[in-house]
């Protein structure tokens, strides 16, 4: 297997030259443990092949191989199964090694379903049509709370996101009356000095020091 050691180089097109980046990883693929088929698109005649088929809905990993890699059945309301057959093909189907199946991907070998590819989809006896709006996506059950929370972590962001606007300017009025507030208090608490003490007059010092000593004789 390809070691995951940091050590792979990549072709820099600029430079044309081989540059080593550590950040690189190669890790084994794991087939998921569930996949998920829907339809999103408005084609009424493939809603009807969908829903007559009932190939829509959830298909779980079974514990054996077929042609060298997992394959997956959804059991209700028909045993339906999504393999790759022996031509190499992923297809959904009611057999393992159908030729096409009900529907099908045109491709050799690949060790999963492509989410960059469409599917065929049987219309008629021989004749396949790719409509868009097929989606597959996989579930894995030890990973599936955790993407609940990022979803939920994910709206969060976007709400702040959304808000941060009006969030800022309320922060930055709070900032300026709470600054306004302490400044005028800093003011109210400041020592009342008059202007002749910082001119060294004798005199002025002279006259304060009778009025205290005056008005603690008077009292």
């Known amino acids: 297997a390809p070691p995951n050691n940091g ?3 990549f072709w820099n097109q600029r430079s044309r ?3 080593l980046e550590s950040s690189i990883s190669v890790l084994p693929f794991e087939h998921p443990d569930t996949y998920v088929l829907e339809y999103t698109g408005v084609d ?8 007559k088929t009932t190939l829509l809905g959830k298909y779980e990993k079974e514990k054996g191989f077929e042609n060298g890699v997992p394959y997956y059945s959804k059991l ?8 790759r057959n022996k031509y190499g093909q992923w297809s959904f189907a009611s057999g393992l090694n159908e030729r096409f199946g009900l529907m099908y991907q045109d491709t050799s070998l690949e060790p999963a ?9 049987r219309t008629g006896e021989s004749y396949f049509k790719t409509p868009p709006g097929i989606k597959l996506s996989y579930v894995n059950k030890n990973t599936e709370a955790k993407g609940q929370v990022n979803g939920q972590a994910n709206y969060l962001l976007i709400t ?18 709470v600054a306004v507030k ?9 020592p009342k000095i008059d202007e002749n003490m910082y001119y ?3 005199d002025y010092y002279d006259e304060q020091k009778e009025e205290k000593t005056g008005g603690a004789k008077n009292r």
């Open 7 to 9: 050590f792979w180089e």
């Open 44 to 51: 009424p005649k493939i809603k009807e092949i969908l829903d």
């Open 200 to 202: 060294g007059d004798e």
């Open 160 to 177: 702040l996101y959304t808000c941060t606007p009006v969030v800022l300017i309320v922060v930055l009025i709070v900032i300026v009356l």
């Open 182 to 190: 302490c400044r005028k208090k800093r003011k109210q608490e400041e």
């Open 17 to 19: 030259s081989w540059e």
């Open 76 to 83: 209700e309301p028909q045993l339906i199964y999504l393999t």
């Open 113 to 121: 379903p492509r989410e960059d590819l469409t599917w065929l989809v």
